[in-house]
């Protein structure tokens, strides 16, 4: 331990409820300081203190990075029984990439980093919750543990038995491993039972096109580490899409790890994205036009005989007109369409041809068209073509381990249509729904307001959270029972892309929770055994961390392992290393000269909500570097760091282009108000040469209603305001398919980090 | 001569993602000062980074540059001081004695490189945050100049240990923590009195240059300049 004079709190106190019901409040500069830290010595005179790294997988995104967690020694107020008191225990101080795991490599992104802090916010549920309110007040008492499970138990039991009416529905996040697998198990042991995944960043449509062209249903693990020429259609790969940790580490090598080799990225998106900055060539295309310029970038190949149609196997014939060769689509008449120029496209086509390997990626915003499918599939058939898919420099695909059976028989349905279906049908018929249990998604703050899930929510008969805060979502439940952090829990992880080995990712709890809450799975399998029947034979594990065993034994039977020689050293091994991977496996993707029996997909302009008289502007939220889709807008390190294009902090804001703000008198931070045929929303903006003057960014991330004290009441969602179309044929909500005009209002304020050695140096006078 | 602690910053394969940023907060205790403070100049962040703009729509670039402090080997951080809290350790790096900084900011007016942060006020930490503080890294009170340290608290671990171990400390083996983080591996810390290190040999990259080395800061952080893609040369 390091020479720190101790200094014991002495306070035992009760919980404050009020402290916890999302109320918002100013963050307290002024406080007294952390005394037991502050020292008298040089930094150079200190002893470090001891650690121990405990392995444990990041949670805040769906890359699933490994992590190790530094653990040392320190007093926590904790709550055990009922009681607080002072605990000498193990505290996970910081989060670091683990170096054997394959995805991440030792690496984290700054989301990952600032992950600590959702263990320790001050807002954090900490025991059962009870509405004692209105719904939707905030106003919630703590229960027992007993008590809670009392009252869940009593309306679970009616709707198993069958005594009441109702189905089950169980709302979540995308979840993966055992903690799926019970959550679906559990769900499909009713008779009448629903169970439904939603997060706003699902990759839906590049899952649904790499169903269709590759038959891989999941988003491509991207090798940049062996690419010598990235296209990239609006992928923020470097930033929040897909495996940005990983893709990052691709992405350095492709530039300055191979002596003598430097490869070339060129990216086309309205607005450009902090990945798009890094492009050695930025072009910024019209909105929906990706496909166009995806398969005009494939008829300069074919045309040209630098690539050959049949080349590009299946994946090409599900693009109509292919086996043709795409005249449609010659640069020259689809230059005005896409805002490329034609000369441009063919030189980026020979580019490519001529440094293999070549790969284009496409996401985000261009994958949230209403056409999207269309664009994926064709970007899809441009890889085959450039012979990049599932080949090292290309996309790939590994297998990905199954956890349980997955034949629970439930009706699992997921993206965006299914949680508007679910609004739908507990508006009209709230009874249908005999009880509704959440776990992780929020839609109230991540679907279009137009979808009416508040309204919808709010005539559930009986709603359950397993939330960790009180936000938009879990405001309105009725009883809430909150889990484990991730760093308290034991954890199972089964990543889908960022590695083409399989991986299974699995850690015990770093530490102890603090709070008196339990983990989930756990309180899934205790109703399971209480309600018996074939519940309690469908879930026959006694614990969660039983049923991660129960997964690794039938892992080790599949899989086997040389250096394990009975499942026992199979599983503590993968304990100890974070997790198991197999070996580099990618798995096929694509024949040249393969046959597709699947109807070709069609070009389809792509339609946007609103006139362009009315509503000259299109409207492209995005993900935040920090925030992501809005979840870790509560952490205070992610509304503090500088998002990388603005140095904004601390609120939101509205990006335009100096022609336009000029043409409309619109000066840097002005408020300005934001109208769909939706919805309405005000935000400062600011000017930026880096999007096209048709457009209007925003991003994703502030404007909740109620997530704790630090993103409460702070800037404006610009998912509320958003046309509730869908991308065809995935379900997908269309996130970037909306048109909005803009209004001056006065006077606004961005809070902008900037130094002086930047010339637009904000207003910082000292520092 | 001991060791002489510096960096090296490959500015084409930072992508501006920040994880340097938020990794060197959580592990050296930066604490977050609300919006109203930030909004008033007073957000701390020993390493930032700068992002530069060329050009109109449609011909725009973008950079980005991760500052921090270059630890310069002749600081002007240092004689301006009047207490010697701002000084230079023996293995070549700016070191700040806190409880010696009465809070002059001279050393912040000195600094070309604006990395030296004042605590306008105490730190606060909503508990039970302040559990998330690292045992290793004092916390800076009201009144006192904070800024970069290069993770002294990661280097002193490795030579105690080494030391124990009665070796030199290897090459690669401390890492601060927005080295330890970077996604693209775009920074190399390591000992420059070491012509073999990582760090030396990159830093003599003919891509190299130092920032405002022109003003005789003998900074010791060495930027390798973005390259331009030249197709035929690479294929
Ligand atoms: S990409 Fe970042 S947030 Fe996502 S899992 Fe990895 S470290 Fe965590
Ligand atoms: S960069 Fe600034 S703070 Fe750091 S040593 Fe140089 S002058 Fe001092
Ligand atoms: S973590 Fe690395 S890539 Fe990201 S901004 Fe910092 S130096 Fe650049």
Redesign the pocket.
């Given at each position: 331990m390091p020479p720190v004079e101790k200094n014991r709190m002495q306070r035992r106190d009760f919980l404050k409820i009020s402290a916890i019901t999302g109320a918002s409040a100013a963050l307290d500069a002024c406080g007294s300081p952390d005394h037991q830290l502050i020292r008298f010595i040089p930094e150079e005179d200190l002893i470090p203190g001891v650690a121990t790294w405990k392995p444990s997988v990041?949670t805040?995104?769906p890359?699933?990075?490994g992590l190790l967690v530094r653990v040392m020694e320190g007093d926590a107020e904790v709550v055990r029984n009922g009681q607080l008191g002072l605990m000498q225990m193990g505290l996970a101080k910081k989060l670091e990439g683990n170096p054997a795991h394959p995805i991440?490599q030792g690496k984290?992104?700054p989301?990952?980093q600032a992950?600590l802090q959702v263990t320790y916010h001050p807002d954090r549920i900490r025991t059962p919750l009870m509405r004692s309110g209105a719904r939707g007040s905030g106003e919630f008492k703590a229960i027992s543990w007993d008590e809670a499970m009392k009252r869940l138990m009593a309306q679970l039991s009616s709707l198993h038995s069958g005594n009441s009416h109702g189905r089950l529905v169980f709302l979540t996040s995308s979840l993966r491993g055992q903690r799926k697998n019970i959550a679906v198990t559990f769900t499909g042991a009713f008779k009448n039972s629903q169970y439904v995944e939603f997060a706003f960043f699902d990759e839906r449509v590049v899952r649904t096109a790499n169903a269709a062209s590759f038959r891989h249903d999941a988003p491509p693990t991207v090798d940049l580490s062996q690419a010598n020429y990235i296209i990239s259609f609006g992928a923020n790969f470097l930033g929040t899409w897909n495996?940005?940790?990983a893709q990052s580490l691709g992405y350095g090598q492709m530039r300055q790890g191979r002596p003598g080799t430097r490869g070339k990225f060129v990216q086309f998106e309205p607005r450009i994205s902090q990945t798009g900055a890094n492009a050695d060539e930025w072009f910024a295309c019209a909105p929906g036009a990706e496909g166009l310029l995806a398969l005009g970038i494939a008829h300069v190949l074919i045309a040209d005989k630098l690539r050959p149609a049949s080349s590009a196997g299946a994946a090409g014939e599900l693009v109509e007109g292919w086996s043709g060769g795409l005249a449609e689509y010659a640069p020259e008449k689809i230059e005005a369409q896409t805002g490329v120029k034609a000369e441009t496209i063919t030189r980026i086509a020979h580019e490519a041809a001529a440094h293999a390997p070549a790969v284009a990626l496409i996401g985000d915003a261009a994958a949230a068209h209403t056409n999207s499918l269309f664009n994926t599939v064709a970007t899809n058939a441009l890889n085959a073509l450039l012979g990049s898919a599932g080949k090292p420099g290309g996309i790939q695909f590994g297998s990905v381990w199954n956890s349980g059976s997955g034949k629970s028989g439930v009706q699992e349905s997921s993206g965006a249509a299914a949680v508007q279906a679910l609004a739908a049908q507990l508006e009209s018929d709230p009874s249908s729904v005999g009880a509704l249990l959440i776990y992780g998604a929020n839609p109230v703050f991540a679907t279009p307001a137009a979808w009416r899930v508040r309204q919808s929510l709010e005539k559930a008969p009986l709603i359950a959270s397993f939330g960790s805060f009180i936000d938009e979502t879990s405001i309105l439940a009725d009883l809430i029972l909150p889990d484990h952090s991730s760093l308290e829990s034991w954890i199972e992880d089964t990543p889908d892309s960022g590695s083409v080995r399989t991986v299974v990712s699995v850690a015990p709890p770093a530490m102890l929770p603090l709070h008196d809450t339990r983990p989930m799975p756990d309180v899934l399998l205790d109703l399971a055994h209480e309600l018996g029947g074939n519940l309690a034979t469908a879930l026959p594990w006694k614990t969660y961390d039983d049923a991660i065993q129960a997964d690794f034994a039938a892992l080790y039977k599949e899989k086997g392992s040389k250096d394990a020689k009975a499942a026992d050293d199979f599983w503590s091994n993968a304990q100890q290393q974070g997790g198991w991977w197999g070996p580099e496996e990618p798995a096929a993707a694509n024949e040249p000269g393969g046959k597709s029996t699947a109807v070709p997909v069609k070009y389809a302009p792509a339609q946007f909500d609103g006139n362009p008289g009315e509503f000259p502007f299109y409207f492209m939220p995005f993900p935040s570097q920090m925030l992501y889709d809005g979840s870790l807008a509560g952490l205070p390190w992610m509304q503090e760091a500088p998002d990388p294009m603005s140095t904004a902090m601390w609120g939101t804001w509205v990006e335009l282009n100096p022609s336009t703000a000029n043409k409309l008198g619109i000066k840097q931070a002005d408020l300005v108000e934001i109208t769909s045929q939706h919805g309405t929303l005000r935000a400062p903006t600011m000017i930026t040469p880096g999007i096209a003057p048709d457009v209007i960014a925003m991003p994703i991330g502030q404007g909740h209603e109620s997530f704790t004290r630090y993103a409460s009441n702070r800037g404006a969602n610009p998912i509320s305001i958003l046309a509730p179309i869908s991308v065809a044929g995935t379900g997908a909500l269309a996130w970037a398919a909306t048109r909005v005009k803009i209004s001056r209002v006065g006077e606004g304020s961005v809070i902008l980090f900037g130094a002086s050695l930047r010339e637009e140096s904000p207003d910082l006078k000292h520092r | 001569m001991g060791h002489q602690w510096g960096m090296v910053i490959d500015l084409d394969r930072c992508t501006g993602c920040e994880a340097c940023v938020v990794a060197c907060h959580a592990e050296n205790n930066i604490a977050t000062v609300g919006d109203k403070q930030a909004a008033g100049g007073r957000a701390k962040h020993w390493i930032r980074v700068e992002r530069y703009y060329e050009g109109d729509f449609p011909d725009v670039k973008v950079k980005f540059m991760p500052v921090l402090c270059q630890q310069c080997d002749a600081a002007p951080c240092e004689p301006v001081c009047p207490t010697f809290a701002s000084y230079h350790t023996d293995e070549g790096l700016n070191g700040q004695i806190y409880n010696r900084c009465i809070g002059t900011r001279y050393c912040a007016n000195a600094c070309p490189y604006n990395v030296r942060f004042f605590n306008f006020y105490n730190p606060a930490w909503d508990k039970p945050l302040d559990l998330q503080l690292n045992p290793d890294v004092s916390v800076r009170e009201v009144g006192v100049m904070e800024k970069c340290t290069f993770c002294l608290q990661r280097i002193k671990a490795a030579e105690i240990e080494a030391a124990a171990e009665k070796r030199d400390v290897k090459d690669g083996e401390i890492q601060p923590a927005c080295v330890q983080s970077c996604p693209t591996n775009a920074m190399v810390f390591g000992d420059l009195s070491d012509p073999h290190s990582r760090a030396s040999r990159m830093a003599a990259s003919s891509r190299g240059n130092k920032l405002m080395e022109e003003l005789g800061t003998r900074p010791k952080i060495t930027y390798l300049q973005r390259e331009s893609w030249n197709g035929d040369e690479n294929a």
């Open positions: 990041c805040v995104c890359a699933g990075c991440n984290l992104c989301r990952g992950g495996s940005p940790v | -």
